[in-house]
């Protein structure tokens, strides 16, 4: 697809990245020829020095011809001016009208989320800030894992759990896990020393082991159970660091019950907190140190998070808070290249908010790609980026239905982990087939899938 990106920032940059890998013929326009060289040097997109809400410069790139405008810059009221600019030079087209996708933060601008839409013509709104509150919730609320994805409006769930020392699984080939732990559980993804494999049973798991597991949610609970790795739902969480994040984590985990205390340096900002939330405790003092955090009942919560605009601040915080025996901590971390240091160091949640938007960009790019009455539902990827999950609609179509999945030619990688039928979740076995109107699961290293027949070698 043609897609002009403005803003070559931390956002723009992982969306540019992710969009370039997928094929798509992407310019990207900011005003900084730092990034701009950075980015030409690192990805094959066409870049321009410029400002992305200038109406000279986009009708200059023929804007009328793109298929999708992306404003990511760091600033809402550039991003607005942005997609306003691009609408009004792209109003008389025809065919397919220009989708546009904002990044907003200002909570002034994403709490109006029809006057985006319909005012500035705005097809989609990403918000960082909120899209990475989401995912630490879904953790909190399901602490056995270091990440949750749901499928199929929650029958579903693709978690992330790494072996420890000392597991039980440790040892054990897959084709024995239902044996042992009597668990409708699939085990779909497998990282270990940096290398990813779809596994088949024969696949013996070694503790350090990062696995994706697919189940309902009560499988799942079940299964932690049993290798003795389950954690009830946070009850009080300590956040570090008054952000945007924290408001809107806050604001999910108080709608559940959930006792949530804010440790913050900055007194304006503490204030500003406690107008905001005021069923959270707010403490303005410096997070960043021991006695603080003791103070505060670090040892006593069930849940630590970081979220400070400092990535080290983050990381120490949190390992002090692993070494304390708080059942579970997350820490967010912008810098990608820290994650891969910080193996064996007892921390494994990490929020990267820029990548959580990525995906949810490339989600709907590939939304738009495919034909009208695509049979995918929803997309996600996992391992950092190497795999992909995708929800498909069976059609009555499709070359898959009827046919014992043992008997289908898959691609090499590619593994149809669960299955949504009436309703209930299915963990599919060789003699299980496919039916019209099936929610079928697929996981994949292949690249750019849009059908279900996709999945199948050609030929086949």
């Known amino acids: 697809m043609n897609i002009i990106l403005t803003g070559a920032g931390k956002v723009g940059y992982a969306v540019a990245e992710r969009l370039a ?27 321009v020095e410029g400002n992305g809400a200038s109406f000279s410069l986009l009708a200059d790139l023929n804007i009328r011809s793109a ?40 909570q002034e601008y994403a709490g109006h989320p029809g006057m985006l839409l319909d005012g500035f013509g705005i097809s989609m709104v990403v918000n960082p800030d909120k899209e990475a509150a989401r995912e630490i919730y879904r ?20 978690v992330e759990y790494r072996i420890p020392e000392g597991s039980p699984m440790d040892g054990l080939p897959l084709h024995q896990l239902y044996k042992t732990y009597k668990t409708k559980v699939l085990v779909c993804v497998v990282e270990r020393s940096d290398e990813i494999c779809i596994p088949n049973g024969q696949f013996v798991l070694r503790s350090g082991d990062r696995l994706s597991i697919t189940a309902s949610r009560s499988e799942l609970h079940a299964f932690f159970k049993a290798v003795g790795a389950y954690r009830k739902a946070a009850r009080t969480v300590l956040i570090l660091g008054g952000s945007h994040i924290a408001v809107y984590l806050t604001r999910l985990l108080l709608e559940v019950g959930v006792k949530v205390t804010i440790i913050e340096k900055d007194r304006d900002i503490c204030e500003r907190l406690c107008q905001l939330l005021p069923r959270a405790s707010v403490i303005c003092g410096d997070g960043t140190k021991r006695e603080v955090l003791l103070e505060e009942g670090l040892k006593n919560t069930d849940a630590f998070v970081a979220v400070t605009g400092f990535d080290e601040s983050n990381i120490i915080t949190s390992m002090y808070a692993v070494t304390q025996g708080v059942g579970k901590v997350a820490a967010k971390v912008n810098e990608e290249h820290m994650i891969g240091m910080l193996d064996g160091s007892g921390l494994d949640c990490f929020i990267t908010p820029k990548q959580v938007v990525a995906q949810q960009i490339v989600r709907y790019v590939r939304a738009l790609q495919n034909s009208v009455g695509s049979s995918v539902e929803r997309l996600y990827q996992l391992m950092d980026g190497q795999v992909e999950a995708l929800e498909f609609v069976v059609r009555a179509s499709s070359r898959c239905v009827g046919i014992p999945l ?26 299980t087939a496919l039916q019209e109107d099936d929610h079928a699961i697929v996981v994949t290293s292949s690249r750019g899938l849009r059908e279900l027949d996709d999945t199948l070698k050609e030929g086949a």
């Open 21 to 47: 890998r997928e094929g798509h013929d992407l310019t990207v326009i900011d005003q900084r020829a730092e990034r701009i060289t950075q980015i030409s040097n690192a990805l094959d997109v066409i870049s």
């Open 67 to 106: 298929d999708i405008l992306i404003a990511a810059t760091g600033q809402d009221e550039v991003n607005l001016v942005c997609s306003t600019v691009a609408r009004q030079l792209s109003a008389d087209r025809d065919g397919e009208p220009l989708h546009i996708i904002a990044r907003i933060k200002a």
């Open 139 to 158: 953790v909190l609320r399901f602490p056995s894992a270091t990440r949750v994805e749901t499928f199929s409006g929650g029958k579903v769930e693709m």
């Open 406 to 431: 043992k008997e289908l030619q898959f691609k090499p990688g590619t593994l149809v982990a669960a299955l949504i039928r009436n309703g209930s979740c299915i963990i599919p076995d060789g003699e």
